[in-house]
């Protein structure tokens, strides 16, 4: 139970999912560290917050995401060959946390953590900033040493479930998971998504999770393109998260003239659709 | 002393495992379950074994490398004739098993990865003898080393999608393979080529090659009375070795050396020689020795051969590894292709470049062994899917 008040008092997570309208859905955004340059990261992060993001996941590049479609691959790879480190995403989460109380969770793939070293990946993570961790191909079985560091420093490790996850396993997700449990839409990797694809499998995906999760709030991603898509597919959830279509995004503007003012209008309307854009 | 690995989570000592999205648990949970089922179901047995003798071929010969032999003047070496499987290599004995449980699953669309093409027409002629929908996974660049093979998978009825990501070779192959299977885990099997992968695969791939070692047991004690001095395997993924070695891994007299591929040389960065140079690290759903950098970032592997240059290395060798039961040493591209020479004029057989580093080897071990003693080499496979460069590297392009 000191674990209890010690998150209580800490988790920076937790506090956005507090007090809230159940329709206002808390909007998790994904941005790979180091793209579409080393520099601009902070200050997109910033801008993703000023624009209605609330939690912010910032992805670690791997060489080889093989979760991830097409989009996050090339923007990991981008990521790396700017020469992003470890390191140098610790030194982001600390400049943005020199003026904002954003949670920021660290997203990524198991072995640059392990090559880092477990405890002091989550130290360091700690000592920056950092609030919780996500990484997909660490299921349940293999993160014991994980989770137990992660706890030890106050992070929360958030676990995934999809919709072929067993109502069993949820549970024991649930149980495993802090800060949040992510909502894998569909089968597949990551990526924007084609029309009704996502929504139409979602709904029975969405109320299983509810009945078996209950100890943490659920936000659901993969595929989600614009805010009528997060609408849809957050209804029953507290929150939705958006990577693919951000990145693409992203990818789309840069790097001309004004890229940033576009890619913040862009969050803006996931945020709130287009008409909240129009009144302002 | 008893072997037993993997444990019951799929691990060789500390390597293995299960480091795969939440969406493939209970893909394989499942596939664990019908593994085990299967395992202990004799009509399954009996329709692999079945499959195995009418239609590979098996049991492949044990051939005596007489010129081969004289050669060296020391040790007795025999030729484990792999190469003599229908399809060419070892691959059909683990593709026609996987594809047997994949049908017992209820799957009805097969994938696979494949780096030289030798899994990928095993699996693309598992899949044209059962009607199964295939679809192979192949790096761009080893389409273009690979041509023959690719012809033959199309002919096979299997779709080749080439893969242009990353080293454009098998590691990235074997990414969009998972892709694919997270993608439609609902009909689809992936049929993994190597001794790689998560939990179970490493362990089943293993016992659908361990046929290799046991007849070379019953073999070596038909012709010979006795077991072997030495076994000789080339490690890319590590199938074809786990496969040879397995059966003898609880005889303390025989000695097993695993050959892996140091292309340019294990202490440049054009190397596959993962345990040499590489520590501990995950890909592709396990832990085992890989060839990374300070951040973890996979780095691309060299080989001349298609079928080794592969970062990683599957879990069970590096558990062999780390306990010194099997030795590991690399070879270099040269001296693989000096082999193939020396094979095809002594033998009368042209060996895949892949297995020409097990034939490299003997020029380090056959010194050091004696008249009375015996080797036996896995010839893995034939080599005229590798013509092409065979011939551009000895004429110089």
Redesign the interface.
Known sequence: MSKETLQAKTSRIRSVFQDRDKDDKVMSLFITAGYPDLDSTVELILGFEENGAEVIELGMPFSDPLADGPTIQYASNVAIKNGITMNRIFEMVSEIRKSSEIPIVLMGYINPVLRYGVEEFCRKAAESGVDGLIIPDAPIEESSVLEKTAKANNLDLIYLVAPNSTDERMKLIDEHSSGFVYCVSVTGVTGARQGDEVAKSVERFIDRVNKNVIKNPKMVGFGIRNHEDAKIISQKTDGFIVGSALIDSIRSFYPNNEWKRNVFSFVKELKHGDHKKIQK | MKYTAPTK?GYFGKYG???????L???LEELETAYETAQNDPLFQKEYYDLLREYVGRPTKLTLAERLTDHYGKAKIYLKREDLCHTGAHKINNAIGQLLLARNMGKIRIIAETGAGQHGVATATACAKFGFECVIYMGAEDMERQKLNVERMGLLGAEVRSVE??SKTL??A??EA??DW?????NTFYIIGSVVGPHPYPMMTRNFHRVIGEETKDQLKAVEGRSADYLLACVGGGSNAIGFFYPFIEDNNVKMIGIEASGLGAETDKTAATLTIGT??????S?SY?L?D?????QLAHSISAGLDYPGIGPEHAYLHDTKRIHYYGITDAEAMNAVKLISEKEGIIPAIETAHAFAYLEKLMPLTQKDQIVVVNCSGRGDKDMKTISDWFSGS
């Open positions: 989570q495992g299960k480091f795969v999205p939440e969406i648990i209970p893909v990501s990353g590691k990235d074997t990414n998972i892709r997270v993608t439609n885990v609902e501990p690290g995950v890909l592709h759903g832990l890989l990374h300070k951040e973890g970032q996979v």
